[in-house]
């Protein structure tokens, strides 16, 4: 198989496109009698909010109505990769589009087990930034990791060095489902990089010793910052505006160190039994109504361009020209030869 090398500077062009712009379960339910019955999509997501809002803003107001039934396949990305992995010799695969980080795409890429996308069947592909059109996947929404703190309890943090610190003890809050970006959070905070690990393993090592909690999911982390059982952690800015919304002291902030770029996108296995479904939830999930719901409801920015942010909300879930001078995006290609054993790493020595 080619390998394809995606540009580091990528992430940041996606950033300065989408400034411009700004300026100016299961989904299974029943289908409308107007709509004529196209058969059924298996979509492959993380649950929780995200799942939520899948629903809310593509499956129930785009697709159930133009007849399309949506059944939701929820699990944590590593699970979902596993099952991609064990059915690419089936003729048949279980799902029809997967939800994935542009990392994760990437590895399952590689691994054989998804297509290269036909951007010719998706009449929304015109309005898509280029830095989200990759070979393999579509990106969905993206944002970047910061520091999150309560500032009763934590105050005044300005790097990743200062949120993943021994010094905070049990207040401070690690997200298990955010294995890999912790690790190179912990890696940029101790001096390492985006390819030298050791460091942040180290430190984050020390950080459990002292007290630090694991928490399953991004949902759980939050419940820990609303009953200030922790006061620090890192997270997807994204995440911040949502909690902010929802009245959880959370405060957001853009480490020194620069910040990692974050994409969320989709792709569809080699197997999928229904593709014209898949490529039906890749063109829904790129309709202006769809995109702006996002950037309101979760706090992602668009990736395509013809979606309007209100000024006071692209502050909020923005970025600023420095800062997107410092975005520092992850190495693919690195983090797919390394998954598993930091997988292994982080389950049975962290976590263990």
Known sequence: MSKIKMPNISRRHLLQGTA????VSAAGLPIGAHAQAKGKVVVGTWGGDYARLLNKNIEKPILIPAGWEVVQDQAGDPQRRSK??????????????????????????EAGVIDTVDYGKLKNVANLLPSMKYPYGIGHIYSGKVVLNNPKLVADPKSYADAINPKHGNKLGIIDIQYQYTIVSAALAAGGSITNLEPG??????????????YP????????MKTEEIGVGVMW??????????????????????????VSGFVIPKNAPNKDGAYAYMDAMLEKSAQEAFAVDMGYNPTVTNATVADD?????GFT??????????????MA????????????TLKG
């Open 20 to 23: 411009a712009v700004a300026g």
């Open 84 to 109: 991609l992995l064990a059915e690419r010799r089936l003729p048949r695969g279980t799902t029809d589009i997967q939800g994935l980080s542009a990392i994760n795409m990437y590895q399952m890429f």
């Open 201 to 214: 393993k180290k430190l984050l090592l020390e950080c459990r010793k002292a007290g630090a909690r694991i």
């Open 217 to 224: 999911t991004n949902e759980a982390f939050a419940q820990g």
């Open 237 to 262: 800015k994204a995440r911040a505006v949502q909690w902010q919304n929802s009245g959880i002291p959370v405060e957001a902030v853009t480490p020194t160190e620069g910040t990692l770029a974050y």
């Open 313 to 317: 909300l692209n502050k909020r879930i």
């Open 321 to 334: 020209p420095d800062e997107i001078k410092k975005l520092v995006d992850m190495d693919y290609k690195y």
């Open 337 to 348: 030869e390394n998954d598993v054993a930091l997988k292994e790493w982080w389950d049975k």
